[in-house]
């Protein structure tokens, strides 16, 4: 049974910076891909960053530069560094992992940006 358990969303100033953190069962950190998905009131949920199990990265446009994922292989942990917070950032942050067709997802926490 996979399961990710995301932490570390708060309320922060435009500009400021939060770290979430994914807890994840067992290796799973290591054997596949780790996401970062947000949702925000009355919009579908969307993605936003992606570390593979090589440690290669990829960001959607809208946080390039401004947001970092990582991992910590031996916490089983996935992070998201996101600094320059913009008041559209708020959203509901999930973690999510494919393992062997199936898609898990946390139960998310919130982000919310605002002066």
């Known amino acids: 049974q996979v399961q990710l358990m995301e932490s570390g969303g708060g309320l922060v100033q435009p500009g400021g910076s939060l770290r979430l953190s994914c807890a994840t069962s067992?290796?799973?950190?290591?054997?596949?891909?780790m996401n970062w998905y947000h949702q925000a009131p009355g919009k579908e949920r969307e993605w936003v960053a992606v570390?593979?199990?090589?440690?290669?990265?990829n960001y959607a446009d809208s946080v390039k530069g401004r947001f970092t994922i990582s991992r910590d292989n031996a916490n089983n942990t996935v992070y998201l560094q996101m600094n320059k917070l913009k008041p559209e950032d708020t959203a509901v942050y999930y973690c999510?992992?494919?393992?062997?067709?199936?898609?898990?997802w946390g139960q998310g926490t919130q982000v919310t940006v605002s002066s």
């Open positions: 067992g290796f799973i950190v290591r054997i596949t891909g």
């Open positions: 999510s992992c494919s393992v062997r067709g199936t898609r898990y």
């Open positions: 570390i593979d199990n090589s440690g290669s990265t």
